[in-house]
């Protein structure tokens, strides 16, 4: 167990729907990445943030957002889902200044129909 | 060019084997090396990471990172089927603001 809490691990959803994806990073973490994986393909960064701030974007869609609280736990709000958004979805985390080790959740799985 | 390239396999062993998997990148800005384990739709779980040239070793596994060829490797010896999984390698620049992963290598080992 990584001590990172995502949810809801299953979503099925139809096309033009919103999600939302959320994401408890480990005690003490201030760090939240987002990251994309479809099926047989690499992690995709999406997005970081480091207490409360936007540090570094990767590729994600203007459909998609996020955000992260005072409380340091991250929203990942997906809209207008295609089909091609059917992927898992990990949220990550890491201490204070040590983006070397990055610890995963178990992932949401995104199926949109 | 990549910055990070990893030949995804798979990669195909008899239990016992000594396993190589290997990652080249591109930027020398790139100083953390990390080896993931990732097990069919689970969460990448951090195996190891170093910050410098030679040998770590934890286990049955040993990372080993040439900086001056910019070549990182991760050796799994004894390899057993609970091994089988993708295997992801990761850099992350100094300061540790961006990280970026290879494709993953699938290792299967068979019994």
């Known amino acids: 167990d990584s001590g990172v809490t995502q949810t809801p691990k299953h979503l099925i959803t139809a096309t033009g729907q919103r999600v939302t994806l959320r994401c408890s990073p480990r005690?003490?973490?201030?760090?939240v990445y987002w990251y994309q994986q479809s099926l047989d393909q690499g992690l995709q960064f999406l997005i970081q943030y480091y207490n409360g701030e936007e540090r570094a974007k990767g590729n994600i869609l203007e459909r998609f957002s996020a955000q992260q609280f005072p409380d340091l736990h991250s929203e990942l709000n997906l809209s207008s889902l295609e089909l091609g958004d059917s992927a898992l979805y990990f949220c990550?985390?890491?201490?204070?200044?040590?983006?070397?080790?990055?610890?995963f959740g178990e992932g949401s799985w995104l199926t949109v129909v | 060019q990549k910055e990070v390239e990893q030949d995804p396999g798979p990669l195909s062993v008899p239990e016992g084997a000594i396993v190589s998997l290997n990652c080249t990148y591109s930027n020398s800005a790139f100083q953390y090396f990390m080896w993931y384990r990732q097990y069919s739709r689970k969460g990448p779980e951090l195996l190891m990471y170093?910050?410098?040239?030679g040998n770590k070793e934890d286990g049955r596994f040993t990372a080993q990172v040439d900086k001056s060829s910019k070549y990182i490797s991760l050796f799994i010896r004894d390899s057993q089927p609970s091994d089988s999984a993708t295997y992801l390698c990761?850099?992350?620049?100094?300061?540790?603001?961006?990280?970026?992963f290879g494709a993953g290598t699938r290792l299967f080992v068979k019994a």
């Open positions: 170093t910050y410098s040239s």
């Open positions: 005690s003490g973490d201030l760090s």
């Open positions: 990761a850099i992350t620049n100094t300061g540790g603001f961006k990280t970026i």
């Open positions: 990550a985390s890491s201490p204070e200044g040590s983006g070397n080790t990055i610890y």
